[in-house]
């Protein structure tokens, strides 16, 4: 009898052991499955930290570009401007300075000469009224034969320098006033500015 219990004992303990071996390796295939589950987790964690990084990184390098290359033009464009106006204020005062009696008693004449040999001899010529006060012995001699043939000189209130010509009747209208040249002289060399800062921003 005490045989059979021994046995019986030494089954159960076996079988014990055994149960707690299977119990124990299905626990530890278990938690060596579950690391594993664990660590590619973790590591396409990983690798999708560094990819958004990465294109954050690239958005906010490509978003400086633009900001830089934005305020690099709106710097160009400002100073282009300023220098715009410089040489405007330059031209103004050089073109007004340049419309002084002694310019104006060789153009008039040479323009009127030369209209009237296309047979347009009835024109106006408005001018400063300071200036024609000035200038208007010296007109009314020098250009005689024109003021019989129908031209005729008027003073302008608004005119500061230079003068304007119209035909009578005003279908056409000539402007050599001071502002008129200096704004003409101005597109031009602002085009020629506008080119050279083109040129110089490539």
Do not use: C, H
């Not at 005062?93 to 104006?104: K, N, R, S």
């Not at 009224?129 to 608004?158: C, H, I, M, N, W």
């Not at 230079?162 to 060399?189: I, P, T």
């Amino acid at each position: 009898m005490d045989i059979r219990v021994q046995e019986l004992l030494e089954k159960i303990k076996r079988e014990g052991v055994e149960s707690a071996e299977a119990r124990a390796a299905e626990i530890l295939k278990d938690a060596e499955a579950e690391k594993r589950r664990i660590l590619e987790a973790a590591e396409k964690e990983s690798r999708a930290i560094v990819e958004k990084g990465k294109a954050e990184a690239a958005k906010a390098e490509a978003s400086g570009r633009a900001a830089l290359l934005q305020a690099s033009r709106d710097l160009l464009i400002s100073f282009r401007s300023e220098l715009e106006k410089v040489l405007a204020s330059i031209v103004r005062a050089d073109t007004d300075a340049a419309m002084d009696p002694e310019v104006l008693k060789k153009a008039i004449p040479a323009i009127l000469e030369a209209w009237a040999k296309d047979g347009r001899d009835e024109l106006s010529v408005l001018l400063p009224e300071a200036t024609l006060k000035a200038l208007d012995a010296y007109f009314r001699d020098r250009l005689s034969a024109q003021l019989k043939k129908g031209a005729e000189l008027k003073p302008v209130k608004d005119l500061k320098s230079g003068f304007r010509l119209s035909e009578k009747g005003g279908a056409v209208y000539y402007d050599f006033s001071a502002e008129a040249v200096a704004s003409m002289l101005g597109a031009y060399m602002n085009a020629r500015l506008a080119a050279i800062a083109a040129e110089a921003a490539k």
